[in-house]
């Protein structure tokens, strides 16, 4: 079937380079953010949260950076693997209800 | 667990043909959603459950209803289903937590394509 990473923005990154994924949102309401990674032919998992009230949150070879002022949200990748390779998604709350608001995403290419 | 569980994974209609799509939880999670992708698209929120006994439209809601049979299970149906529709199905499942996460859970996905 058609990859849902067709005609999306693509990130080209050697393998071992730090990646940066960028994101923007619109909603100067929301207060929560979250990352998810999907693979071709899988559902989105979870990569990382933040709430507004934090800038910078760390996981395992993950950090997620929030600028409230520019409405700007970024992922970096650490040491980019080729099992990092996938489409990820920024998503938004605004606290009012559980919904969430994705963005259209961004396709990650680890070059071997 | 088996987290969200969703069929079938692949079906295809002709044009006026009906068909309900399953979701079930084991999570014990009050909300559920159903989302469609489309390729260059994100996740566009078709309905949701906030709990048990309650639904509404999310913002491409026209061509579907939905049911929440119980706490566990969210189906999704297409009464005549268009061209349009193809596109690949999700659902997810969600319990917003005292920490104020509301991270999402996702089934693997139903690949619809309507001829």
């Given at each position: 079937?058609?990859?849902?990473?067709?005609?999306?923005?693509?990130?080209?990154?050697?393998?071992?380079?730090?990646?940066?994924?960028?994101?923007?949102?619109?909603?100067?309401?929301?207060?929560?953010?979250?990352?998810?990674?999907?693979?071709?032919?899988?559902?989105?998992?979870?990569?990382?949260?933040?709430?507004?009230?934090?800038?910078?949150?760390?996981?395992?070879?993950?950090?997620?950076?929030?600028?409230?002022?520019?409405?700007?949200?970024?992922?970096?990748?650490?040491?980019?693997?080729?099992?990092?390779?996938?489409?990820?998604?920024?998503?938004?709350?605004?606290?009012?209800?559980?919904?969430?608001?994705?963005?259209?995403?961004?396709?990650?290419?680890?070059?071997? | 667990n088996a987290g969200v569980t969703?069929?079938?994974?692949?079906?295809?209609?002709?044009?006026?043909?009906?068909?309900?799509?399953?979701?079930a939880q084991d999570m014990n999670?009050?909300?559920?959603?159903?989302?469609?992708?489309?390729?260059?698209?994100?996740?566009?929120?078709?309905?949701?459950?906030?709990?048990?006994?309650?639904?509404?439209?999310?913002?491409?809601?026209?061509?579907?209803?939905?049911?929440?049979?119980?706490?566990r299970?969210?189906?999704?149906?297409?009464?005549?289903?268009?061209?349009?529709?193809?596109?690949?199905?999700?659902?997810?499942?969600?319990?917003?937590?005292?920490?104020?996460?509301?991270?999402?859970?996702?089934?693997?996905?139903?690949?619809?394509?309507?001829?």
């Open positions: 079937g058609e990859s849902v990473g067709l005609h999306l923005p693509t990130l080209s990154v050697q393998e071992g380079d730090n990646s940066i994924i960028n994101c923007a949102y619109s909603n100067s309401a929301s207060d929560y953010f979250i990352w998810y990674k999907q693979e071709s032919g899988k559902g989105p998992q979870f990569i990382i949260d933040i709430r507004s009230n934090m800038d910078k949150r760390q996981g395992q070879r993950v950090t997620v950076l929030l600028n409230k002022t520019v409405k700007h949200l970024s992922l970096q990748i650490a040491a980019t693997q080729p099992g990092d390779s996938a489409v990820y998604f920024c998503a938004e709350n605004t606290g009012a209800n559980s919904k969430l608001t994705f963005g259209k995403g961004i396709t990650l290419s680890v070059r071997p | 969703q069929t079938p994974k692949f079906q295809v209609l002709k044009t006026g043909q009906s068909m309900t799509l399953q979701c999670h009050n909300s559920m959603y159903w989302y469609r992708q489309d390729p260059g698209m994100g996740l566009r929120l078709i309905y949701y459950s906030a709990s048990e006994g309650t639904t509404d439209k999310g913002e491409v809601p026209n061509g579907y209803n939905v049911s929440r049979l119980n706490k299970e969210f189906s999704l149906r297409l009464e005549s289903a268009a061209p349009s529709q193809t596109s690949v199905y999700f659902c997810a499942s969600s319990e917003a937590r005292t920490s104020g996460s509301y991270e999402q859970y996702f089934g693997p996905g139903t690949r619809l394509t309507v001829t």
